[in-house]
């Protein structure tokens, strides 16, 4: 739920858009912080690039 909600808050909210999550009860363990920072890093790139990011990892190996 925190990385639905911080891509979500990222990018609606630059639109413009009111996020107000609603929290589903659920079994799940949290997702890790590591992904969140991910997410929502690729978010803030997404906005202002209009660029993802997915293949960033592949040009970094070198094997665009």
């Known amino acids: 739920m925190r990385r639905a ?3 979500g808050e ?3 909210g630059s639109r413009g858009i ?3 999550p ?3 009860p659920s079994n799940q363990p949290s ?6 920072l991910r997410d929502g ?9 209009g660029h ?13």
């Open 41 to 49: 890093s690729r978010a803030v790139l997404w906005v202002t690039t």
């Open 22 to 24: 609603v929290s589903v």
């Open 10 to 12: 990222i990018v609606l």
């Open 52 to 64: 993802t990011g997915a293949g960033f990892s592949r040009s970094l190996a070198g094997h665009e």
């Open 18 to 20: 009111d996020v107000k």
């Open 31 to 36: 997702e890790p912080l590591s992904k969140v």
């Open 5 to 7: 909600r911080i891509v």
